[in-house]
């Protein structure tokens, strides 16, 4: 029950991102393009990251979705969705989520 509440909860955020597209300028530098997703990654210092929706349906990222769920739930203050990684990581899961 928990991870179909979560993966709502995921769609919810994305169509929120794709309503507040048509409202806001391309000019932006927050600015997240039909079918993606804006990621914040890192230990200390979150950095923002904008990855294709797709990827919710990589076995890869669902674990880190899932861990991530464990330590930061539902509450995204940035206004994307916070990952509970380090950025060498991210790069190495998205690289391998890229080739499959």
């Known amino acids: 029950m928990g991870l179909m509440r979560f993966f709502s909860s995921l ?3 994305a169509k929120g991102f794709s309503r507040l597209n048509s409202y806001r300028s391309r000019n ?3 600015d997240v393009p039909k079918g993606h ?3 914040y990654v890192g230990e200390k210092e979150k950095r923002r990251f904008v990855v294709p929706i797709s990827y919710l349906e990589q076995p890869l990222f669902q674990n880190l979705l899932r ?5 930061f739930g539902f509450d995204h203050p940035m206004g994307g969705l ?4 380090q950025e060498e990581a991210f790069f190495q899961l998205t690289s391998i989520v890229l080739s499959l």
Do not use: F, G, M
């Open 11 to 13: 769609i919810s955020i």
């Open 37 to 39: 997703l804006a990621v």
């Open 82 to 85: 916070t990952l509970s990684c």
């Open 67 to 71: 861990q991530s769920e464990e330590e």
């Open 28 to 30: 932006y530098h927050w």
